[in-house]
């Protein structure tokens, strides 16, 4: 498990422009929704894995499940 920084390719008012989440990889990061939500919300977050950076920031300390660790949201 790492801990990873990801960010939208672009943001805009009302959504999440990053997170800081926990995942096994670089791709897995991108899967994971800074609302924690199982699904993709095109309202508050980017349409596909694919349009978000995924940086490595450091490694968790043990026992720390994959998810959402600290989310940025632009309330509008």
């Given amino acids: 498990m790492k801990l990873y920084l990801i960010e ?3 943001s805009w008012y009302d959504s999440y422009n ?3 989440v926990a995942a096994k990889d670089e791709e897995d ?3 994971i929704h800074p609302d924690g939500s199982a699904g993709w919300s095109t309202q508050t977050w980017v349409d596909k894995p694919e349009q978000v ?3 490595l920031v450091g490694t968790p300390i043990r026992g720390t499940k994959r998810g ?3 989310a940025s ?3 509008g």
Avoid: E, M
């Fill in 68 to 70: 959402v660790i600290l």
């Fill in 73 to 75: 949201f632009n309330a």
């Fill in 53 to 55: 950076t995924a940086t």
């Fill in 8 to 10: 939208a390719s672009c």
């Fill in 29 to 31: 990061a991108k899967t």
């Fill in 18 to 20: 990053s997170a800081i």
